[in-house]
């Protein structure tokens, strides 16, 4: 599934599960609609590193997103090393599946480094698993 408008709303789709379904949007002060920071990271779910083969979101590597009222979506993430030979293909990726959100018009991926990446304590339970760290 690598298509943005699969990401509907709970109130829009219910599949009968439990799972949570992201919130597409969310509005500004002005009532202009934008993506909203789960529908930006639902979206980033969809990078893989291509290393590992987990998600950047589930690996613990997107440390914050911010979309503000003129359309500058940032997203600060790290590297599973900062020697990842591959870095410019996850940023290339995490730009591409975030430019299409709504209110959306120019993303910025900044690589930050501090906090240094730590599995053990950043990735999500399932790609713990995956890693072998349990």
Do not use: F
Request: with cysteine.
């Amino acid at each position: 599934m690598n298509d943005i408008d699969d990401l509907t709303p709970p109130e829009q789709e219910h599949d009968g599960s439990d799972t949570p379904r992201p919130i597409a949007t969310a509005t500004d002060g002005e009532g202009n609609v934008k993506a909203s920071d789960e529908l930006i990271r639902a979206a980033l779910g969809q990078v893989y590193d291509p290393e590992i083969g987990i998600d950047i979101v589930s690996l613990g590597l997107v440390y914050d997103v911010e979309l503000d009222d003129a359309g500058l979506l940032d997203i600060d993430m790290t590297l599973t090393s900062p020697y990842c030979p591959l870095g410019g293909v996850i940023q290339s990726q995490a730009h591409a599946v975030c430019a299409p959100l709504p209110g959306v018009k120019d993303v910025r991926v900044n690589l930050v480094w501090t906090p240094p990446w730590d599995p053990r304590v950043m990735a999500s339970d399932e790609a713990k698993l995956e890693l072998g760290i349990y």
